[in-house]
């Protein structure tokens, strides 16, 4: 599986009911699995993002409809990163001749 970080920030109507945003983390976790990506954390966090979440995903099409599908809530907007674990990075630094 491939693993994905994405940067959330509270839209309007996110921050307005900022007292949900663990209930939503919740039903975010359910709705990953159900397209077969799976939560492996959530960080609330302060500075420009409210909340970094790491995932892991079987493919970016997948991940994007995920991320489409929260977005499309109102409530976050993402910003989504292909990250690359140590053993990966290794294999794509032994293609560069």
Request: net charge negative.
């Amino acid at each position: 599986m491939a693993m994905y970080v994405s940067l959330i920030q509270f839209t309007d109507q996110g921050i307005r009911n900022v007292k949900d945003t663990v209930k939503r983390g919740d039903a975010a976790i359910g709705e990953a699995e159900k397209m077969g990506i799976k939560i492996i954390e959530e960080f609330w966090a302060m500075g420009a993002y409210d909340v970094v979440v790491l995932f892991d995903a079987p493919d970016d099409e997948t991940m994007t409809a995920f991320s489409a599908k929260i977005g499309s809530l109102g409530n976050v907007r993402t910003q989504t990163m292909r990250v690359f674990r140590r053993d990966e990075m290794e294999g794509i630094l032994a293609k560069i001749k």
